[in-house]
């Protein structure tokens, strides 16, 4: 079983400040998903990303598939409050592993205040 | 947009008692998956479900647990016995092929009292 660590487990920041969240590993994902989860809900998909070195927009969010794809980041610029909630990053449990077959981190909650 | 649902999003069982939870996946999709949280701890991979049967299972996933797809559109999660530590969120998720990514339902929120 692959594990992801997630770094920081909590991030509190003021409306328009940049963060970063990271996840990573010692094994080797095939691909990885970005979530977020509202308090009481399911994860709501982000982005996957695939080939190493990969870089991905979404407005204001980067996330970054690292060149050995063991690792990734997500880089919120300009943060607002509409961004908190709990990042989680999730990967295929073995390389040959369907991407629906999720190991998934503990997340980082990311708190913006105005 | 498209979207996995769950019924009910709370229940509330006794000990000992079947609970059947129920999700409606996206209409295309050929992959379910169910999915549980324990309050405070990480998402936890139940089973996965592909041509009307079981592709694989966690160690989570014991006699107890049974998914089924009665018809077209439901997949069920059925629990036989209950046991306080099943007091969780499920999540049933469902994906188009074996390589894309899975969308995951609102949830139901089982309390076993």
């Known amino acids: 079983t692959q594990l992801l660590e997630q770094s920081p487990q909590f991030l509190s920041i003021q409306e328009g400040e940049n963060l970063t969240v990271y996840c990573n590993s010692s094994s080797v994902f095939s691909s990885l998903q970005w979530y977020r989860q509202e308090p009481g809900e399911g994860p709501v998909l982000l982005v996957t990303v695939v080939t190493g070195g990969e870089v991905k927009k979404l407005k204001r969010l980067t996330f970054q598939f690292g060149d050995a794809r063991k690792d990734s980041s997500l880089h919120i610029t300009a943060a607002q409050p509409g961004d908190t909630g709990l990042y989680l990053c999730a990967g295929a449990a073995t390389i040959t592993d369907s991407w629906g077959k999720l190991q998934f981190g503990a997340g980082t909650q990311v708190v913006v205040t105005p | ?113």
């Open chain 2, 1 to 113: 947009e498209p979207e996995v649902t769950q019924t009910p999003s709370h229940q509330v069982t006794q000990m000992g008692q079947e609970v059947i939870l129920r999700c409606v996946p996206i209409s295309n999709h050929l992959y379910f998956y169910w999915y549980r949280q324990i309050l405070g701890q990480k998402v936890e991979f139940l089973v996965s479900f592909y041509n009307n049967e079981i592709s694989e299972k966690s160690e989570i996933f014991d006699d107890q647990f049974s998914v089924e797809r009665p018809d077209g559109s439901n997949f069920t999660l059925k629990i036989r016995s209950t046991k306080l530590e099943d007091s969780a969120m499920y999540f049933c998720a469902s994906s188009e092929a074996e390589d894309s990514e899975a969308f995951f339902g609102q949830g139901t929120r089982l309390t076993v009292v």
